[in-house]
């Protein structure tokens, strides 16, 4: 088994969902849980007794929930993840501050409480949060499909969480074969496709994953057909990647460590797992940047 090959294929397929996807599927994320957003409030401002999302208490939570209505969903929000409620409270939800002050409060709560750590559609918020938002299928109203009906973008969103990105974030050697890298990739490329967005921005993301293969299917080739050492190969296969690509990994996986438990989650490396992977990067780090000074 080529060690350093299953390295730099999940080095690839790591900046590529961090890269290319992770900016498209957080503003589509944004988008549908804006509108969701606006939907419920709307909804409970109809009511005969009503209120809204920004002024919600526990008290209109218990009447809201105690027989089957509209607003039956608040029974299956996650609570607990906004406010500091379950960091304050614990399991005392009569005591949690039930207000929802904006779309981001209002995605926390269909999230596992591990995921529901972001104060922004952005970085901060884990790749694994956006694709379950995508991914899931019980919302009150549908906010997330696709622009061609032969997609089903829940179905999707689901198979690149758990075949993609969790199969990265729990990283191991020997998993990373080019058989596998290149499931990855065409699991990735229906998802570009399912998405809801125009022709030319579906065929540029398209294009990106395609240079993205390519690059490292050439490379391997030159591994294996040239005079080069194993260095020479990690860096000429590395090179579409920059150094700042490989500090975002890095602070991400930094940042995750501090909030790692010892039991291994699905969404979750274990600090152990972390461990390994910023090692890794930190091999990869030092690449790049032999590769700039050889220029």
Same mark, same amino acid.
């Given at each position: /088994?080529? !060690?350093?090959?299953?390295?730099?294929?999940?080095?690839?397929?790591?900046?590529?969902?961090?890269?290319?996807?992770?900016? !498209?599927?957080?503003?589509?994320?944004?988008?549908?849980?804006?509108?969701?957003?606006?939907?419920?409030?709307?909804?409970?401002?109809?009511?005969?007794?009503?209120?809204?999302?920004?002024?919600?208490?526990?008290?209109?939570?218990?009447?809201?929930?105690?027989?089957?209505?509209?607003?039956? %969903?608040?029974?299956?929000?996650?609570?607990?993840?906004?406010?500091?409620?379950?960091?304050?409270?614990?399991?005392?939800?009569?005591?949690?501050?039930?207000?929802?002050?904006?779309?981001?409060?209002?995605? &926390?709560?269909? =999230?596992?409480?591990?995921?529901?750590? %972001?104060?922004?559609?952005?970085?901060? /918020?884990?790749?694994?949060?956006?694709?379950?938002?995508?991914?899931?299928?019980?919302?009150?109203?549908? +906010?997330? %499909?696709?622009?061609?009906?032969?997609?089903?973008?829940?179905?999707?969103?689901?198979?690149?969480?758990?075949?993609? &990105?969790?199969?990265?974030?729990?990283?191991?050697? @020997?998993?990373?074969?080019?058989?596998?890298?290149?499931?990855? %990739?065409?699991?990735?490329?229906? =998802?570009?496709?399912?998405?809801?967005?125009? !022709?030319?921005?579906?065929? *540029?993301?398209?294009?990106?994953?395609?240079?993205?293969?390519?690059?490292?299917?050439?490379?391997?080739? &030159?591994?294996?057909?040239?005079?080069? @050492?194993?260095?020479?190969?990690?860096? +000429?296969?590395?090179?579409?990647? $920059?150094?700042?690509?490989?500090?975002?990994? /890095?602070?991400?996986?930094?940042?995750?460590?501090?909030?790692?438990?010892? *039991?291994?989650?699905?969404?979750?490396?274990?600090?152990? *797992? +972390?461990?390994?992977?910023?090692?890794?990067?930190?091999?990869?780090?030092?690449? $790049?940047? @032999?590769?700039?000074?050889?220029?």
């Amino acid at each position: /088994m080529d !060690v350093l090959s299953n390295d730099k294929r999940w080095l690839v397929i790591l900046v590529t969902l961090n890269k290319v996807l992770a900016p !498209v599927l957080t503003d589509i994320a944004k988008q549908g849980m804006e509108n969701l957003y606006t939907y419920l409030d709307n909804l409970l401002n109809g009511l005969s007794t009503s209120c809204s999302l920004k002024t919600l208490t526990y008290a209109d939570f218990c009447r809201l929930t105690a027989t089957p209505s509209p607003a039956s %969903f608040l029974k299956s929000l996650n609570f607990g993840n906004i406010n500091n409620n379950s960091d304050v409270h614990g399991k005392k939800k009569k005591a949690y501050n039930y207000n929802v002050s904006s779309p981001v409060d209002l995605a &926390r709560l269909y =999230l596992p409480n591990c995921l529901a750590v %972001f104060s922004a559609f952005d970085k901060s /918020m884990d790749m694994s949060a956006t694709l379950r938002l995508l991914g899931r299928k019980n919302y009150p109203i549908q +906010i997330f %499909f696709s622009s061609d009906p032969s997609y089903n973008i829940q179905s999707l969103a689901d198979d690149v969480r758990e075949n993609v &990105r969790n199969r990265a974030s729990h990283f191991d050697e @020997s998993h990373w074969t080019q058989i596998f890298f290149g499931q990855c %990739f065409d699991k990735l490329k229906k =998802l570009v496709q399912g998405l809801p967005l125009d !022709v030319a921005k579906t065929k *540029e993301l398209l294009d990106q994953l395609s240079k993205w293969k390519t690059k490292i299917l050439i490379n391997n080739i &030159r591994q294996h057909h040239t005079e080069h @050492s194993k260095d020479d190969a990690l860096i +000429i296969s590395i090179s579409l990647i $920059v150094e700042e690509d490989v500090k975002d990994l /890095m602070a991400q996986f930094q940042n995750d460590k501090l909030k790692a438990i010892e *039991e291994k989650l699905e969404d979750k490396p274990t600090k152990e *797992e +972390i461990e390994k992977m910023i090692r890794k990067l930190s091999e990869f780090g030092f690449a $790049v940047l @032999s590769a700039k000074l050889m220029k």
